[in-house]
């Protein structure tokens, strides 16, 4: 089987990239197509993936929207190559509009619930994957699941956390760290939407820069006195990087959710909610806010009283154990499509079976 695999944010890779792997070591094809944001197309060549680029991602409303048919037809040029048999993607727009046009089926994985983009991947979309929790009805090509995008990469599984990381940020033996993720706002959804203030960024860390190290990671220009804080590692480490670190404070919601997983306490800053964060937040793993008032004094809070890590340690083990295994259930499905989409349509609790 052909599988073309549409990426257009660094999470993706990190969720497509063990099913690609299993499906590879099963003799499946896969290629990924990919337009050049942020971090794709180097974790694309250092996990030895098979890929084309679509170039510069554009990051302007009217970019966004010239960039629709510019990727299409370099999305069905692609795929006329490869010849797919299925289409997997979050929520492409490109993936979905090419499927179609090849009477290929193309499977939605979404997450987010941003109704811009499922308006315009949806007709063309033969299935739709969904946590459980996403509190949005989207028909009958909806599956829902009980697990996470993100324990795909973060089950144990999967993930080992590697105390080499801590030679890398050059912390020291008891050390602890703090990581900043600040977004770029540009994404369709984020417009009109903002997190942290300068000011409310720069009260944050010099309190903690009196505490402990600080790590930024930033799709923002940072100011100069900021630069010295900036994470300039390897991506594909960053995981390694959230698991030992004694704080996360995130305007980004993968950032925060991988965190609450990771089983460190989390503060994400971001008017838009997320489902994953929603629960987290219910176990008391991550903790929410629509812009930057009170993160100072939450942080301050989860800083001055170590419980808080241990019972996030412990609410985050029992919230991981109660889902099932993402990657597994997606090796199943996709190459027993349309059989298995009959199968979770006739019976939900068929995805019990991979835990």
């Given at each position: 089987m052909n599988i073309l695999i549409d990426i257009g944010h660094p999470a993706h890779v990190h969720l497509f990239k063990n099913f690609a792997w299993k499906m590879q070591n099963k003799e499946h094809e896969i290629f990924f197509t990919v337009r050049d944001k942020e971090h794709e197309i180097y974790l694309l060549k250092i996990y030895g993936f098979n890929f084309k680029s679509f170039g510069k991602h554009y990051r302007?409303?009217?970019?966004?929207?010239?960039?629709?048919l510019r990727f299409n037809l370099k999305m069905l040029s692609?795929?006329?190559?490869?010849?797919?048999?299925?289409?997997?993607?979050?929520?492409?727009?490109?993936?979905?509009?090419?499927a179609w046009l090849m009477r290929k089926p193309h499977i939605s994985m979404e997450d987010t619930g941003n109704m811009e983009q499922v308006y315009l991947y949806k007709p063309f979309t033969k299935v739709i994957l969904t946590p459980i929790t996403l509190n949005?009805?989207?028909?009958?090509?909806?599956?829902?699941?009980r697990t996470y995008h993100e324990l795909a990469y973060l089950k144990s599984a999967y993930f080992l956390k590697s105390a080499n990381v801590l030679k890398l940020?050059?912390?020291?033996?008891?050390?602890?760290?703090?990581?900043?993720?600040?977004?770029?706002?540009?994404?369709?959804?984020?417009?009109?939407?903002?997190?942290?203030?300068?000011?409310?960024?720069?009260?944050?860390?010099?309190?903690?820069?009196?505490?402990?190290?600080?790590?930024?990671?930033?799709?923002?220009?940072?100011?100069?006195?900021?630069?010295?804080?900036k994470f300039s590692l390897s991506p594909d480490i960053i995981h390694d990087v959230l698991a030992f670190s004694s704080l996360v404070i995130s305007e980004g919601a993968t950032i925060a959710a991988e965190s609450g997983f990771l089983g460190v306490p989390a503060i994400y800053i971001n008017p838009q909610q997320t489902c994953n964060n929603k629960e987290l937040e219910q176990n008391g793993?991550?903790?929410?806010?629509?812009?930057?008032?009170?993160?100072?004094e939450k942080t301050k809070e989860i800083i001055n009283d170590m419980t808080i890590k241990?019972?996030?340690?412990?609410?985050?083990?029992?919230?991981?154990?109660?889902?099932?295994?993402?990657?597994?259930?997606m090796v199943w499905f996709v190459e027993y499509y349309p059989q298995s989409f009959k199968i979770m349509k006739e019976n939900p609790n068929y995805q019990e079976r991979f835990r």
């Open positions: 302007s409303l009217i970019g966004k929207t010239l960039g629709l692609s795929a006329l190559l490869f010849k797919p048999d299925i289409f997997l993607s979050h929520g492409s727009i490109y993936a979905a509009h090419v949005k009805s989207l028909g009958s090509k909806q599956i829902q699941l940020l050059n912390v020291k033996s008891g050390e602890k760290y703090c990581v900043i993720r600040l977004v770029s706002w540009n994404a369709t959804h984020d417009t009109g939407k903002m997190g942290l203030k300068e000011t409310e960024l720069i009260e944050i860390v010099d309190f903690l820069s009196m505490q402990m190290k600080i790590v930024i990671s930033s799709e923002q220009e940072l100011t100069t006195d900021l630069l010295k804080y793993c991550v903790f929410t806010f629509k812009n930057g008032h009170g993160v100072l241990n019972l996030v340690e412990i609410n985050s083990a029992n919230l991981v154990n109660e889902k099932i295994d993402l990657t597994s259930f």
